[in-house]
């Protein structure tokens, strides 16, 4: 393959076994908070949830972690608060539902609560109150949790919302406890209003520190998918039936100067990160839904997802600039972009239209982009780790 007409790489994560067996969560919506500027902050899934940020918002400050990238922090004094419009998938999730976030908490709000996300109408929201965790479904139950959520550090929460309206809590991907719903109902049906990033609504318990990499999933999320998340910042979980191989990590191949990207990230690249892809969907190609989505590759540069039929070098890869080559064989490429300011890159759906793909075919998919110099390797491009997906029906 042409290194000039390929171009970058996919998705994230090497899931421990019995990740790999469950799969039933969707990504709703993922605010990853890379932008080092402007006033608004992208959704990682494709779902559109963009938030237009209002007051005291700073972006580009530090990350806990280099697979999380920048942060944002959010002044309580200055009203600071992300705005997202309600539309599908968030606009009908009312149980069976997961939020998971990093936090720097600067100040507890003691004896008020601070919000890290949620709804300001008939809706659900999680944050801190005073120094333990609490989750709300409007105007039906706070669900509050007496622990100690340490101020300074980065810590890792989640809130696991299930379908008998039980809410489950996890720190640094620990479960700390469990608080039953008063009501069978749960929140009511037909969510109206705004969504929020740190805050309950625009003026009320807003959050005061630092935030990054919020995720919301459609699905209760298992324990061992809750402590994948804290063990591996800036991951996602897989979706759309896909196995990740060939990742840049450590896990196959070598990556050709001695620059390993972080787990489940391709080669690193100009960038101190390796690219990193995640994806939406399903492999159904008769809903031809499944969408990809790059991350952390130089701003501004070109990249190609592509597919081919084999594995290279039986899943380990073949050095090929400054990463590794996973897919091969009967090559399709899959469509040209271009990475934003903030290193993303998107393809899909309609994948399975414009590739031919069928119903019992199998497929392997990758991305290659270009790094300018100086790039690790000095060859000027790299790829991520591959994905392969088994299509159906």
Known sequence: MNKDTLIHGLLLL?????LQARQAQSLAAWWSFRETGGTTVGD??????????????????PGGFPGTGFAARFDAGLAGVGVVANQAPLASMVDDLSVCAWVFVTANGAPWPRRIFGGDNSAWSCGLLQNGLRFTTRGIQDYDLVTS???????H???????QHDVTFYIDGNPVGLVTGSQPSGPISGLTGQWLLGAFRPGTEHWHGQIDDIQVYEGSLSPQEVAFLFQFPGSSLVLGGGTPYCLGDGTAGACPCGNPGAPG???A????????????????VAADDLQFSAMRLPPSQGAILFAGQNSLAGGTGLVFGDGLRCAGGAVRRLGIRVADSAGRAAWGPGLALSGGFLPGQTRRFQVWYKDPQPSPCGAGFNLTGAMEFSFSQ
């Open 14 to 18: 090497s899931l421990a076994a019995p």
């Open 44 to 61: 990682e899934t494709g779902h559109g949830f963009i938030a237009t940020l209002q007051g005291g918002v700073t972006l580009g400050q």
């Open 149 to 155: 959520v340490p101020m300074g550090p980065w810590v």
């Open 157 to 163: 929460i989640a809130f696991v919302f299930d379908a």
């Open 265 to 267: 990230e391709g080669c």
């Open 269 to 284: 690249n100009s960038t101190g990160q390796g690219g990193l892809l995640s994806t939406t969907g399903t492999a159904s």
